[in-house]
């Protein structure tokens, strides 16, 4: 059977820059529906045209037979259009792209499925975002752009955030802020509008008694209350990097004013002649640092202990020292009160569905799980966290047969606030030949501790003893012996580093670990080569900026030893080993490393 | 009672999309167009506007909007009545007075869903599930449930080789089908969402804007077959 895309759902008009929709999909006798399942015969396809139900194409596109069972979204950007470059899709690195074609006048891209098209239009959100953030002045121009990238993403909320910053207009602010739809996304557009629109705002910081007592402030403590301020920044870099992909590197506080004799000092976003971006970074930083002064930290933000030392001391930097701060957008100033150490608090994951093994017994209620070559941990067989039983666990008792044997295993991960961290096993099946089963998770072979999550990974363990994944297929897992065990969770690690590595970080969610690891002098090196324009650099600009970025004093020697270390990752350019550049290889391990919340700066 | 009506619709301006999204659809004012026809045929009369249960009557559409169960006050009939002169088997080969008993025989009023329901496609999980995903009806037709008199109106119109449209609900409001308050969804193509975007920035009158404010926020994206397929769950989850 052939099956073809003769159109797409609803009108195009010709003067469309960029049109999406369900493709309507045809095996010569019936035109489906992939989305709502349902079919009519291909007799009424005019019909249906006529009436503009739908748009048929002048040329049908023919797909593969295993594709026309997916949930097919097309996408058409008008060649030649103002805006095309923000719209075309980068079909060589974004997944999920089933074909594309190029007819005059449009440009045709089919999607797997809505999650692989909305990782395509969040990346062109961003992308839009950047451009107008960064742009030397702004104009016009880009509110037409951005209400043609919002048709991709309507409730994207800092999207509707820079329309109602470009409109300027209250009543295009309250309509754009009810095209956004849950109290996460509506305080996250609020805060990114206060953030754009607020250029004269100034977080203060004014301390009374103590090292303020008499009037002043003593250097040594006024130099380390501002490092404490810059420190607390870069602690929250690689949650902006994260959360505000459209972002470009989060600058130091700006200090505006330094009352010396009242023991104030005045942060504010706004530098002058710097982009929006850069202020609406700023202000981003600020309004953290402020908030983590009230107790309050993003829910989603890994446990940082050099965090909770600066904001201990930023609010008291020395003995009986008291602090009031004025924040953003507020008039009053308010106290600060000096965060108490109190018991940790959890946070849980969402279900981790993870291929592994059980690999040891401590006794009957505890087993050790091992879901990759260094990822193992204790759980309970008997307590899901819940007070039940895990559904499955009762295999894992009397004589060991257990061992070893392929399993998938839900897990709840609980990080506590003190950086540390424990699994919950919900349920666990044992795989026996011929069992089919569904992983979800995948622990990051990039960043220790974080996990590639939301994914549907459909597993097989055929009758030969071979486990068949999308990843690929990993024989004689069925040995149970240490050796065999070792043997394809390595094999399946690589597997999923791979995958890991190919997929663009659009395409990807983290659940990021529950305490950022040190970045290693590798990572280091990708960070700063990353930050540098088009990922080479002179191996001394690569050494000043690391020993910039994380207060070192590092050697070229050092740097040029990773190099050598790494080939896949980094290499010279020319003969003289002066110049340091990423590979691609290099470039997507750092992209996927900031994205899965790698340590980008000091701790 | 766990369902939705739902209404497709194209407009040739913004603003023609506007007043269905804000006022509700109303007849299709030519008297030559294929509805008119279908109701000349099957003695529907005041002209009406149709409504789905469930899910929209096409298999793809430009815009469409759902409405609570309670919205439409009207008739009803567990099949589309277009059908019956279209492409229904048996029926549609039937004489025309024929045809017209058969409708009028399967023809309630909305009042009565509430106990018509139950009896198809039934309260049960399964049954809902059913339904919703257009699957075909256990039944040979309705006269397998509620049993006519005159046993020439049996007719298997749900059986082979009629398909998933023979076994739709339809609802019929007189003259429009009233929007107001009642809006639970909407979504049309994304090119039209843009114009109406840019269209309610224009609007600056308190009232006006308030209504603006609740119709972006009940829109889905992706288009009708998106809205559809939301509500689906929705309607199954119930």
Known sequence: MSWHIVGIEGVVPSDAAVVWGVAALSDGVRLHNPRTQVSVPLSELPRLRDDQHLHVFPTAIEIDDDDAHEDLVVLMIQRGTRYETFFLPETGRLGGVVTHRRRKPWHYCVFRDQQAFSVYANGVASQVLTHVLYQPQVAEEPRELVLTALTLVPSHPELNAIRAYLDGRPHVARLARASVRSDLQRQAFDLFLTALQNDGDELQLKYFDGAAQGGGFDVDVAAHTLKAVQTASGAFTPFLERHYPFLEKAPPPRLRELRAAS????????????????????????HFIEEALRGNRPADMPHSESLDAAIRTIAQPAAATRLQQKRLSETEREDVHQLESSEPTSTWSPPLVVLGVVSGLEDDSQAELWIGPDRRFFVSTVNDGAGERPIGADVIKGDGSFLRQPCVFWLIRESKSNGTERFHLKQMEALNLGDKATVTALPSNVVDGAFVTDRSFEIELRPNATLVTPLGAFTDVTARTLDSARRWLSKYREACKEFELAASTRELNWLPPTKTPEPSSLVRVLLVLRSLSGGVALATDVVAGINERFKLVVRVNNTRREVGAHPDLLEFV??????IRLTDRGRAFIDVYVAAGGATGLP | VPYYWFHAFKRDSIPDTLAVLRSGPEIHPSPSCK?????????????????????????????????????????????????????????????????????????????????????YPTESHPGRRAYLNADRPPHEGPHAIWPPDDASLIASIWSEPNEWRSWLWEGRSEGQLPVGDDLVAWSCSNTTYGSILALTESLTAPQDVAWAERLVSKYVSGGVSALIESLRLVQEAA
């Open chain 1, 263 to 286: 023991a104030e000092f005045h942060f504010v976003p706004t530098v002058e002649g710097r982009p929006l971006g850069e202020r609406v970074t700023r202000y981003l930083c600020l």
């Open chain 1, 574 to 579: 020319g003969a003289d080993n002066k110049v």
């Open chain 2, 35 to 119: 509805t008119r026809q279908n109701e000349e045929a099957l003695d529907i009369v005041p002209p009406c506007v149709y409504a789905y249960l469930g899910r929209t009557h096409e298999a793809f559409g430009n815009a469409a909007i759902s409405l609570p169960i309670s919205a439409l006050n009207g008739k009803v009939t567990p099949f589309d009545s277009g059908g019956l002169v279209e492409h229904i088997q048996p029926v549609k080969d039937w004489e025309s007075s024929a045809r017209r008993k058969y409708l009028a025989e399967f023809t309630w009023s909305t009042d009565d869903l509430g106990a018509l329901l139950p009896a």
